[in-house]
């Protein structure tokens, strides 16, 4: 007769096991899940039709402290929708043959803005400049605007004759400060030192 190994060490110790029907969590949990599937499936279709509101004398006047609904007054004409810019930032190297291909435009494109007002503004293009292009929805360009600082802004426009460029100048605001400082040391172990 063969013989069955023994664990060496301690006997593990098994957990006996509880039945089911002695388990009390177990028991009502399935027990309702069952309940409660079984209840909406019988009684689902039958209370939904039945739903009834019941108005009391009271509401049938009214409530005198709702006003009645105003009309509110829709118009036939849509608004016309403003096609969106998508912006471009001048990297280095770039050249407006780049940025405008970038954009989907071609040379033919750039050609008729560069001609507008002698492109004065597009003449030269430097890294972090914003140059964005607008199009309708045919994808035809209508309108560049180039971003050379932020008080000075090139507008490009489609006209009947072409493009016309306009210039947009913002004035700074301009704010008077006092600052006054005391100097302990010599005046150039007070300055910021920078590394």
Known sequence: MP????????????????????????????????????????????????????????????DPCRSPPTPVAVSA??????????????????????????????????YRVARASDGRSLRRVYPGETVAFQADNDGELIAVRHVQSPLLTTLYTLESDGFVATDQVREPERSARNVSMTIDTSLFLAAPQRV
């Open 3 to 62: 013989r069955n190994p023994s664990p060496r060490g301690a006997a593990p110790i098994a957990a006996p096991e509880i039945p089911l029907h002695r388990r009390p969590v177990v028991w009502f949990a399935t027990v309702g899940a069952l309940l409660m599937v079984l209840g909406l499936t019988l009684s689902g279709p039958e209370w939904r039709g039945r739903t009834t509101l019941h108005r009391s004398r009271d509401d049938r006047h009214g």
């Open 77 to 110: 004409v849509p608004e016309p929708v403003i096609p969106p810019w998508k912006e471009f930032r001048v990297r280095n190297g770039d050249n407006l043959s780049l940025i405008f291909n970038r954009a989907g435009f071609n040379d033919t494109d750039l």
